[in-house]
């Protein structure tokens, strides 16, 4: 469960720093616009980025979401969920990414139907980082 004090920090943050492991130990960095979603922080990609073949070999991960000016930051380590098409369904997968749109944007979107069409061409999937861990300065 992600505690109230850092689920504020995220949704005010959003700015994230994602770490993955490649297929030989190495660390994989990418840059991810995310906000608090069930009992984590999510964001979304695409099918063909590393971040995603990454953790669907290996859910292991730490994100670490930072203010603009790096002093204030928290770090989360754990797993993702990956919610993809190959394992939710239809609807509980486009009900997902809207989600993680909103927490993200922290607003709606101006055409769903426009972001759903873009979602599914794009075949994006909603990461979930689910913390086991969590420090830094605003923990």
């Not at 980025?49 to 000016?69: F, G, H, I, T």
């Not at 098409?85 to 486009?94: C, K, P, R, V």
């Not at 993200?104 to 759903?116: L, M, P, R, S």
Request: hydrophobic share 35%; charged share 30%; proline share 3%.
């Amino acid at each position: 469960m992600l505690p109230e004090n850092i689920r504020g920090f995220v949704a005010e943050t959003k700015r994230g720093v994602l770490t993955t492991f490649r297929r030989d130990g190495g660390a994989q960095m990418s840059i991810v616009t995310c906000g608090p979603y069930r009992e984590g922080v999510a964001f979304t990609t695409t099918a063909s980025r590393a971040k995603l073949l990454n953790l669907k070999r290996d859910p292991r991960c730490s994100l670490m979401v930072s203010q603009e000016d790096w002093r204030g930051y928290v770090v989360l380590e754990g797993h993702a969920q990956v919610l993809s098409a190959d394992n939710t369904s239809g609807g509980e997968l486009q009900d997902a990414l809207r989600d993680v749109y909103r927490t993200a944007a922290g607003q709606e979107h101006a055409n769903w139907d426009e972001y759903d069409r873009s979602m599914r061409e794009d075949k994006r999937s909603a990461v979930i980082v689910v913390p086991e861990k969590i420090y830094g300065t605003k923990a």
